[in-house]
């Protein structure tokens, strides 16, 4: 069981970081067709929080628990 829970753990937050990033990539690539993110800077940033949040979840989990 505790395998398995790590396991969604790291997917869950791999999941994250790829749904994040690819957020980041379109506002680098198409920043002017998204007009509800008048701030393309705060919204990128925003999203570099997410990953890396999520990206500290798994240093935490390879470091202490794997």
Same mark, same amino acid.
């Given at each position: ?13 791999? !999941?994250? *970081? @790829? ?7 379109? #506002? ?5 067709? +998204? ?6 800077? !705060?919204? *990128? @940033? ?7 949040? #999520? ?5 935490? +989990? ?5």
């Amino acid at each position: 069981m505790r395998t398995e829970l790590i396991k969604a753990l790291l997917l869950h937050a791999q !999941g994250e *970081i @790829t749904y994040h990033k690819a957020n980041v990539n379109v #506002y680098l690539n198409n920043s002017v067709g +998204i007009g509800e993110h008048s701030d393309v800077m !705060g919204a *990128i @940033t925003n999203e570099l929080d997410q990953i890396a949040k #999520y990206q500290d979840q798994i240093n935490v +989990i390879e470091k202490y628990f794997k």
